[in-house]
Nanobody
């Protein structure tokens, strides 16, 4: 059974940085496209960033582009999200997700991700 576990969330002041990690077990990590999503209270879950299984191509939402960087290590079965210049609007529960899709992959579509972590809270104070 594939399991995802996020870590690295916390409380940070605006302008600060956090690094989230996602550890994947029980599956073949290198076969999954990976993504980060977030959900703030009272809002729908939204795409943050995605990275293809080979790590060569990454995607970002407009709201985080230039501030967040996604990466993965297929040898260690881990994925990270480096978050810089954090703003209060980044406050949310952050979830990592794995997509076994082959062929056309819509990285922003949470319906194409089969496995999800439990989430880690990020709170940015003003």
């Amino acid at each position: 059974q594939v399991q995802l576990a996020e870590s690295g969330g916390g409380l940070v002041q605006a302008g600060g940085s956090l690094r989230l990690s996602c550890a994947v077990s029980g599956g073949t990590f290198s076969t999954y496209h990976m993504g980060w999503f977030r959900q703030a209270p009272g809002k729908e879950r939204e795409f943050v960033s995605g990275i293809r299984r080979d790590g060569d191509t990454s995607y970002y939402s407009d709201s985080v582009k230039g501030r967040f960087t996604i990466s993965r290590d297929n040898a260690k079965n881990t994925m990270d999200l480096q978050m810089n210049s954090l703003i209060p609007e980044d406050t949310a529960a952050y979830y990592c997700a794995a997509s076994p899709m082959y062929g056309s992959w819509h990285w922003y579509n949470d319906g194409e991700y089969e496995y999800w972590g439990q989430g880690t809270q990020v709170t940015v104070s003003s």
